[in-house]
């Protein structure tokens, strides 16, 4: 089976393309805004233009533009090759790049939030969340942190405000790692994970 992944829900845009689960070939560019015009030049640079029979898009937390563009051209590119499109939570991929790199240890991930905030998820040694992805401060991250190793592009910022010398993994997620997402991470449903409320919001009824 093909499958083309999607990951633009952070600063990075990334695209790949594997053939049963091997690696074809993939582009990773760190460009900060700017998805919009970025993305689908990428899949277009792809073998066959990144044409596959499943597509897996990023669902976040992360950027709300970010995200909204990674599902609205992963569910276009699905109608139009009728492709199965499937999500995964942003920090699932994040805490399986860093588990690879640390030979599956269990890992806090801290990524980069709104408003001064870092989202903030723990994963077991197997790879499965043990909470909820959380909007939360510098010190309330500090005090939800559970494991010794940290991953992502906060995760050298709340090292420091721990101040205990934890391991820190400098990551932003990438597409080209999307074959080490397990099956059971990936989901039909394709609502976005925000981690936060939004900040608008509408106007209270009057009395």
């Not at 309330?140 to 420091?160: P, S, V, W």
């Not at 997620?173 to 397990?182: E, I, N, T, V, W």
Request: aromatic share 4%; net charge neutral; glycine share 12%.
């Amino acid at each position: 089976m093909t499958t083309l992944a999607i990951e633009c829900a952070t600063e990075a845009c990334s695209v790949a393309l594997f053939d049963d689960g091997e690696l074809v070939d993939g582009r990773f560019e760190a460009i900060g805004r700017g998805h919009a015009e970025r993305l689908v030049p990428m899949i277009a640079q792809l073998p066959d233009k990144g044409r596959a029979q499943r597509i897996v898009v990023s669902l976040g937390p992360g950027s709300f533009t970010g995200v909204r563009i990674g599902l609205a051209a992963a569910r276009a590119l699905g109608l139009a090759w009728g492709a199965e499109v499937l999500g995964y939570p942003t920090l699932t991929l994040i805490a399986a790049m860093a588990r690879a790199k640390h030979r599956g240890k269990a890992v806090t991930v801290c990524m980069n939030g709104g408003h001064g905030e870092w989202f903030l998820q723990n994963f077991a040694g197997g790879g499965e969340a043990e909470d909820n992805v959380r909007s939360l401060s510098p010190a309330e991250a500090a005090l939800a942190c559970r494991h010794a190793t940290l991953a992502g592009n906060r995760a050298g910022a709340l090292a420091d405000q721990l101040g205990d010398g934890r391991s820190a993994l400098d990551l932003l997620p990438d597409a080209r790692c999307a074959r080490l997402l397990a099956e059971i991470q990936l989901t039909p449903k394709l609502a976005p994970v925000y981690g936060r409320a939004p900040d608008a919001r509408l106007p209270q009824a009057r009395a």
